[in-house]
Every structure is written in C-alpha cells, then in structure tokens.
RNA sequence: GCCCGGGUAGUGUAGUGGCCUAUCAUGAAGCCCUGUCGAGGCUUCGACUCGGGUUCAAAUCCCGACCUGGGCGCCA
C-alpha cells in the first residue's frame, strides 16, 4: 500500500496565492488556542509557524476532538485546504480535514519554546534539543553553516585542498597547554590540541596549500565566556609564501564570510537581531610594541613590559582604541613557539601574526621555520626535547619549502560575527569544564 | 587553580529571622467564549538543592557538600 505523503509543504513554500489548494502540512504544535467554536492550532515547522484554523460546524467535529487532546509540542501531520485570510499572521490558514497525531509530547516541557518565559543557558543546555527548536537559537546554527561553508568556497578558490589529520596523537604539539590522555590500546595518547605539525608536514608533500576545518581539545580549565574544551579550528597551511600574504588570506576568508552571511542569511540575521557591519579590509596591522604602548594608556596595564605577553586588560584596551578588526604582528619570539621564524635581521621579534576582534583573539598564524637546523635550535631554546620530535623534524630533512599558515577558531569568529555573550551559544553540544553530556 | 555571586513549582522570578498556610508570570487540569496572533475571563494544581548547626522561631543566619553564573590566569 502506498502511504501517505506526511508533508507536501513547508510553511514558507505556501502563500495566500495558493488558495484553494490542498496541502499537507507537518510540524510541531507551537501553541493551541481555544476560543470556543474556533479554534487555533500554532503549527512550526522549520522555516516558522502557520495557522490551522477549525470552526465549528465547517470542519469535522471529531477534528476538534483530536485538537484539545494535543499536547504543545507533539508531532502532527495535518491535511487541509490552503485559505487565503487576511486576518492570519501569514496572511492563509488552513482548513484541515485530516490531522495525523504521529507523536504526543509529554508535559511539563523541560522549557519553553514559545520564548515567553527565559531559561538558563545551563538549563537549556541540559534540554538542548527542545533549546534548539527556537527560530533565535536554530539561526545560530544555520549561520554557523553558512560561515563554514564561505570558508570552505573560498579556500577551495583560492586552490587549497581540505585534508583531515590525526585527532589521536602521540604528542603533543608545542607544550604549553594542557592535553587529554586517552588509552591507545597498550599505550598513552592524546587527543590533538591542534593539527599545527601534521599540516606543516604536508608542506612536505608538494600539495602546496592545505585546510582543515576539525575539532581541536584543550584540557585547560579554563572558566570563561569564551573558552571551551572541544573547539573547532580552521586551520591554513600554504608554501612558497610569506606571512604578509597568508595574513591577506585570512583577512580575506573572514570577509568573505561575513559576506556571505549577509548575502544567505538576511532571514537568520534579523531573528537573531544582528545588523551585520561588513569589516573593512585591509585590517590594520599593528606592531606588538604599538600595541604595548597603547595598553601602557591604561593604569592597570601601565606596568607592562616588553615581552609580556597581552593579558585580557591589554586586549580590552586595545580593541577599545582600535575598535574593528586588526592585526597585532612582529611578536617577541620568545612568547611565540618554536615553529614561528623569527626575522633574519632582529631575530628577538618573529614573523608572527594575531588576528584580533575587539572584544577577543580570532586567530593567530606566522611564517614557519623551514630549515630543520633552525627548527632544532629553536625546540631546544623553548626547553623541549627535539627527540619527541622526530616524526615532525623528519619532514624538515629531505626538502621543506618556505610556508606559513594560520588557525582560526570558528566558535571566536562566529562569536564575534554575532555578538553572542558566550561562546556555549555557538556550539550544539559544548564540552566545558564540568559539561560532558548531553 | 585563584577571586566574587547564585541555588525557591516543569520554566523564569519575589521574598534578608516571626506578617510564609511562600509572590508573580508562564505552564498543566477544568469551565466559558466564533478571529486569536504573548488571546481573554473564572477555578484548581505545582517549589524553599542536600546534610549539619544557631535560635523560642530559619527559604532567610553559620558550617560543609553538591550544582551553577561571572571575573582572572591561559588561549582559539
């Protein structure tokens, strides 16, 4: 037996034009309202809500029945004329002569989906799915999308190849943070704090230029809007190029971004409340010490010194000064890590680069060492063993071109992009210091 | 890790020692209502995180645990 279609429409797919027609419509019950011999029935699908409306005597009254037996929340497929009514919020209803209930929801709901009455992030974030049943939270990640795949188009552009690199590591990448342990079988691993050393050894390769879009773990327990354990990192690797030109790269992939946000996302934009401001490129390039000289402005950053590193005092202090996207570059080499070539004529300052919004850090980058002697001193400078090393170093032995890249965190970008408080708000399922599930 | 806050119905809140048999909204159950669009009206239901202490008396003060928001450090 053929079965019935559940859907035949969206709501959006249907306009007052389509009066007269018979549609099948499928979604979630918003909200029901009984005003005695007519009654409302709030339909949401994806793309919004509809109206079904049933009125006594010209609908079926066994219809009316399954209509006040409905719990908000519970899946309906629903059958009907397509009305052409001014007085509708989208300006038809629907006449219904079938309503399939194909799931009763239970109540109470863990919250509200109207949005009438808040919730706590972390009581959203324990009933995620019903969270993301919200037009404003569901457009984050429509966005989120649409950001990735702006990304993706543009590098491919500008003919970088997307590569996946190992998540389960032996080492790890440039000391410092902290990694998480797994068990490997017999042995101890870790889980990959950044593709950084797998994407230079494809610099080996010949490919040339390489991306990847993945997951990254910090087991920092940090405790902050803007910190999370599991984070996705955007991350560029190109040869025969130098940091000035894969910092073009970069701006140019964030404004491309935003540009196709603005472009696909007009929708999404307006239910979130984001008028989104182009940025305008090139993005100012500000040398470390200008931008040590402009925190020095500020009292609680008066005592900074060259070679400290920029504290989240410093940063504010900057971002407020400059106010858009910019760039601070020539870092000290010694706060920068081993991989970072410092320059040839004033080596204590390095070919680094951090992409800066002015509320946070986006990204960072630089051009690399290439010469395995180099390399092998600097690792020694920054008191690593060059013997964990080995399976990264042997990449610089047998031909290792000049190349740069950078890596850019998607949750930061998409943050900032959208003005969220915190960076939970950008990730379905966010891994803190104390979250693990859902 | 350090420093501040907070835990009250399913959800969001009011309540700083007795006036709390705990406020309001939302929700749920029921009734009324033929144009709602955060529908409206009436009735009912539902909560002080846990353990210890102080006191004649604790949601309220103290201690501990657990959970949680924010700031800092570190970073993306």
């Keep these: 037996m053929m079965g019935k279609k559940l859907r035949t429409h969206y709501s959006r797919e249907i306009t007052p034009e389509d009066d007269g027609k018979n549609v099948t419509v499928a979604g979630w019950v918003h909200e029901v309202r009984d005003l005695g011999g007519l009654t409302f029935v709030v339909l949401r699908d994806r793309d919004g809500t509809m109206q079904v409306t049933l009125v006594k005597n010209k609908v079926k009254d066994d219809l009316f029945d399954v209509v006040r ?23 038809y209803e629907i006449i219904p002569n079938e309503i399939m209930v194909l799931s009763k929801a239970k109540s109470p709901l ?14 959203r974030l324990d009933a ?19 950001v990735l795949t702006a990304i993706r188009d543009f590098l491919e552009s500008k003919d970088f190849i997307e590569i996946q690199t190992p998540k389960i590591v ?21 889980l990959s704090q950044s593709p950084q050393l797998y994407k230079q050894i494809m610099m080996a390769t010949g490919l040339d230029r390489a991306y990847e879009i993945g997951p990254i773990f910090r087991a ?35 404004k491309h971004a935003y540009a196709h946000v603005q472009k696909h996302c ?16 090139p993005f100012r390039r500000l040398r470390y010490e200008d931008a040590l000289d402009i925190a020095r402005k500020h009292k609680e950053c008066k005592d900074m010194e060259w070679g400290d590193d920029l504290d989240t005092a410093a940063e504010k202090a ?33 070919k680094a680069f951090d992409l800066m919004h002015p509320k946070m850090e986006l990204a960072s980058g630089s051009q690399r060492v290439h010469s395995y002697d180099l390399l092998v001193k600097r690792i020694k400078a920054q008191g690593l063993d060059p013997e964990g090393f080995e399976f990264y170093l042997d990449a610089f032995r047998y031909g290792m071109p000049p190349h ?23 990730v379905l399922f966010p891994r803190d210091r104390r979250r693990l599930s859902p």
């Design 69 to 91: 037996d409905l719990s908000r929340e519970s899946i309906v497929s629903i059958s009907g004329a397509v009305k052409q009514e001014k007085k509708a919020p989208n300006g």
């Design 110 to 123: 863990p919250l509200d989906v109207t949005g009438k009455v808040g919730a706590d992030l972390d009581t």
């Design 128 to 146: 995620r799915f019903m969270d993301l049943r919200r037009a404003e939270i569901q457009s984050v990640f429509k966005i989120r999308h649409h």
């Design 170 to 190: 032996a080492t790890a990448t440039e000391g410092g943070t902290a990694l998480f342990p797994i068990t490997y079988f017999e042995r101890e691993a870790f």
């Design 220 to 254: 920092e327990e940090h405790d902050t809007r803007k910190h999370l354990n599991e984070v996705t990192s955007i991350d560029v690797e190109a040869s025969f190029i130098t940091h000035e030109e894969v910092m073009s790269i970069l701006e140019e992939t964030v």
């Design 266 to 281: 007009e929708r999404e934009l307006g239910t979130v409340g984001v008028d989104l401001q182009m940025p305008k490129t």
């Design 318 to 350: 900057i971002g407020k000064e400059i106010g858009e996207h910019y760039f601070i570059v020539d870092w000290p080499t010694e706060i920068k890590p081993y991989y970072v070539q410092p320059y040839d004529d004033k080596p204590e300052i390095c």
């Design 404 to 426: 740069a890249g950078w890596g850019m965190g998607a949750e930061r970008l998409l943050m900032s992009m959208l003005g969220l408080a915190n960076i939970r708000e950008t």
